[in-house]
């Protein structure tokens, strides 16, 4: 029997090699294939953005909810899909694993696991240990997907430079095929993060408007995300035109 994921996987794969590109963050079926028909080649999932589509905060969706979504948006599209699975939802490195096979069952061209337990950051050995983890299950999988080993301190207050490049590298030879250090901004950060890790690809998520597309391909950096943005200026434009009903009884014309 084809397997209907491995062309999504194989392209995925192939995006990473040279270049930068965009992938941005859908929550739902419809923001899925309006960003399919704007011309990106590749979509990620968003815990923040699913977990708000529920009505939850981020943080508090369930695996077993995160599978589902994940399904959701890969039979929406025919574009590769990268998975957001948090801390792999597990304290524990078979949970990891479990999660990993869960997801790749789902469709997810790649998928990313963080070194941020929900409360603290794992000390260093016990990331890598859950990172190998996942690289092992992607391995038994026999399907190409792409692991993204992600250091989440400068996104939880913790801004040490030297301890997200050494965190970065240890992922990197733990098997992660791409790195990630959210929340870092400055442009010298950014380049000591792509020299650190290469030749391994580097994904950097859009933070502020000073950030584009086209400086953080000059610093080198190969894929370019939005986490929860784009869903939080979808509920923005919502929460403004429900407020404008409820207080002021009229609506915008649709567009």
């Not at 092992?136 to 040490?160: F, M, P």
């Amino acid at each position: 029997m084809s397997n209907p994921f491995a062309a999504r996987r194989a392209a995925f794969r192939a995006l990473h090699a040279e270049g930068c590109f965009v992938l941005p963050n859908p929550w739902d079926v419809g923001s899925a294939r309006r960003l399919e028909k704007l011309g990106f080649k590749a979509l990620a999932s968003t815990s923040a953005g699913a977990a708000w589509g529920l009505g939850k905060d981020d943080g508090q969706i369930t695996r077993d909810e995160v599978i589902a979504h994940l399904r959701m948006l890969c039979a929406a599209t025919d574009l590769p899909v990268n998975a957001d699975l948090e801390n792999g939802f597990s304290e524990t490195a078979e949970g990891v694993s479990e999660t990993v096979g869960l997801a790749i069952g789902a469709g997810v061209a790649g998928l990313s696991i963080e070194d941020w337990s929900g409360s603290a950051i794992y000390d260093l050995p016990t990331a890598v240990e859950r990172l190998k983890a996942a690289r092992q299950a992607i391995d038994a999988s026999g399907e190409d997907v792409i692991l993204v080993g992600r250091a989440e301190g400068y996104l939880r207050g913790a801004r040490d430079l030297d301890q997200i490049l050494e965190r970065l590298r240890a992922y990197a030879e733990a098997g992660a095929d791409c790195l990630y250090a959210p929340a870092v901004t400055d442009p010298e950060e950014i380049r000591a993060v792509v020299e650190a890790v290469s030749p391994k690809p580097v994904n950097v998520l859009l933070w502020g408007p000073d950030m584009t597309v086209d400086s953080l391909a000059a610093l080198g950096v190969r894929r370019v995300s939005t986490g929860g943005s784009l869903a939080a200026a979808a509920w923005a434009g919502f929460d403004a035109a429900a407020k404008r009903l409820a207080e002021e009884g009229r609506l915008q014309p649709a567009r």
